[in-house]
């Protein structure tokens, strides 16, 4: 296997970025990707990353450092997407954005990493656990409207 080459995303990922998205979903989305990458690049154009291998796209990661989300003050780094291509998968692509993107929190001045994750989502959970991710002080409320 080729080394895997991760770097920030750009507007030109966009289309990869969808299509590894339906691979996971069955879903062809392309406005919400294109909106979700636009808002990501806007803020920070260095926090959202992409995994390259052999000059294709096979995995991103999106987040952001902010403060003062749920009370919570101090700069956190927030993972909000994550999506590897699943041809490309077992490689350590996943790893290797996780840590790109923690780098760019710590960078940034994050001490803490936080995400949320659906119940029915185990894949990403224990991807996450094995990051070192663990339950926080924190629940999340619904409320169906």
Known sequence: MTEVRI??????DLDAITRIDERITGRY???????????????DPDAPKAAELDGKVVGFMLGEVRGGEFGLDEPTGWIEFVGVDPSARGGGIGRRL??????????????VARTMVAA???EIAAFLGAMGFAPAALTALERPL
């Open 120 to 122: 029915r989502d185990q």
């Open 29 to 43: 989305r392309p406005e919400v990707w294109e909106q979700r990458v636009v808002y990501y690049i806007r803020r």
């Open 98 to 111: 996780a840590e790109a993107l923690l780098a760019h929190f710590r960078e940034r001045g994050a001490k």
């Open 7 to 12: 770097r920030p995303i750009t507007e030109l």
